[in-house]
Nanobody
Framework: QVQLVESGGGLVQAGGSLRLSCAASVRSFNSYTMGWFRQAPGKERDFVAAITWSSGSTYYADSVKGRFTISRDNAENTVYLQMNSLKPEDTAVYYC?????????????????WGQGTQVTVSS
């Protein structure tokens, strides 16, 4: 069983930055492709970014490309999401997710494990 715990959310003004962390309690963290998703009130959950288990390749939603950066530290069993130039439309609950030895996917249904989420609020 994989447990994922997100942290780093909060309230920030537009144009500001936040760094989210997702700590995984698993022995083989480097075998998991990790993703970040977000869900705004009344909206569906959307893909934000992913980083693969094998090559560390990264993928981003068009809406965050150039502003967000996903990275991982396999020694610390942690994946990060650096968010810069934040906009009010980035306001959402952000979730990290994991899928075992699988390629990148923007489909949340293909991720096996999920964290509880962390709230990000961007004020205008």
């Amino acid at each position: 069983q994989v447990q994922l715990v997100e942290s780093g959310g909060g309230l920030v003004q537009a144009g500001g930055s936040l760094r989210l962390s997702c700590a995984a309690s698993v022995r083989s963290f480097n075998s998991y492709t990790m993703g970040w998703f977000r869900q705004a009130p009344g909206k569906e959950r959307d893909f934000v970014a992913a980083i693969t288990w094998s090559s560390g390749s990264t993928y981003y939603a068009d809406s965050v490309k150039g502003r967000f950066t996903i990275s991982r530290d396999n020694a610390e069993n942690t994946v990060y999401l650096q968010m810069n130039s934040l906009k009010p439309e980035d306001t959402a609950v952000y979730y990290c997710a994991a899928r075992f030895r699988s390629p990148y996917s923007a489909n949340g249904a293909q991720y096996e494990y999920w964290g509880q989420g962390t709230q990000v609020t961007v004020s205008s």
